[in-house]
């Protein structure tokens, strides 16, 4: 199928209006962050599929305390890791999002009423606050999907965003 040059027009516009943006210091836009993925990271996604496309770093060992485990890093726009299954070929389990995307608008650094406002069947566990000074906030399927929040107990704002969960090295 063969583009229209009006179409063509208009994907070069968006792409150096955003192009433009970055240079003049704006930041890119936020990712999207659903249930199944982060940007262009899906859960179950190959590592080398993922990094054939830039979107990880190399493979690298993940948690100390457990065995055969591996993780990669999330290359920008996006900051954070995948974790990988135990086994080849290696797929994603579980994302864990330190900035550069946003689930209906909830990003790193919004404060907890963003959450209820976005997410009104999100359930906030607090037995995670004196170990590790997090609140933990859990929005379920039928809530929006199945993903966590960690919200600083200090700052009562967003420091990570896990889809489907955040994994503890423990």
Do not use: W
């Not at 199928?1 to 179409?7: C, D, I, K, V």
């Not at 994302?95 to 990003?107: C, D, M, P, Q, T």
């Amino acid at each position: 199928m063969r583009a229209t040059p009006l179409a063509v027009i208009a994907t070069l516009a968006a792409a150096a209006a955003a192009t433009a943006a970055v240079a003049d210091g704006a930041s890119p836009p936020a990712q999207k962050v659903t249930p199944a993925r982060v940007g262009g990271v899906h859960l179950g996604d190959l590592h080398r599929s993922l990094r054939a496309r830039g979107l990880v770093g190399p493979i690298r060992p993940g948690c100390e305390l457990a065995q055969n485990t591996r993780s990669a890093r999330l290359k920008a726009p996006l900051e954070g890791s995948v974790d990988y299954t135990q086994s080849n070929p290696r797929k994603v389990t579980d994302i864990l999002v330190r900035g550069g995307a946003k689930a209906r608008g909830v990003g790193v650094g919004a404060r907890t009423r963003a959450i209820r406002r976005a997410f009104p069947k999100a359930t906030f566990d607090h037995s995670t606050e004196s170990v590790f000074g997090i609140t933990l906030v859990k929005v379920p399927k039928s809530g929006g999907g199945r993903l966590q929040f960690a919200v600083s107990t200090k700052t009562h704002r967003v420091t990570l965003i896990g889809v489907p969960f955040i994994a503890f090295c423990e």
